[in-house]
């Protein structure tokens, strides 16, 4: 069983910046994807972007260029490092590991960003 648990979520004003945590309770960072999510009050969850296992990263269009993720492999954990923030980015925002059997979720942190 793959536990994650993101923190790091707050309150922060426009072109502020918040990095978020996720902490997988198993080594499976350095083998599987790990992808980070955001649902906003009264939408469908988003893709935020990802991490494979050999660092390659990709992002979502609204969120290149002022996110970035990273990995620490030896302590199983993912961060995602958020600068210039909107208030469009205010959402849960969620980690994921995706391996062949299933995908694993966190419980997610609030992030709201004020105007």
């Known amino acids: 069983q793959v536990q994650l648990m993101e923190s790091g979520g707050g309150l922060v004003q426009a072109g502020g910046s918040l990095r978020l945590s996720c902490a997988v309770s198993?080594?499976?960072?350095?083998?599987?994807?790990t992808g980070w999510y955001r649902q906003a009050p009264g939408k469908q969850r988003e893709w935020v972007g990802s991490?494979?296992?050999?660092?390659?990263?990709n992002y979502a269009n609204p969120v290149k260029g002022r996110f970035t993720i990273s990995s620490d492999n030896a302590k199983n954990m993912v961060y995602l490092q958020m600068s210039s923030l909107r208030p469009e980015d205010t959402a849960i925002y969620y980690c994921?590991?995706?391996?062949?059997?299933?995908?694993?979720w966190g419980q997610g942190t609030q992030v709201t960003v004020s105007s």
């Open positions: 994921n590991v995706a391996t062949p059997s299933r995908d694993y």
């Open positions: 991490i494979n296992s050999d660092g390659r990263t």
């Open positions: 198993r080594s499976i960072v350095s083998t599987y994807a």
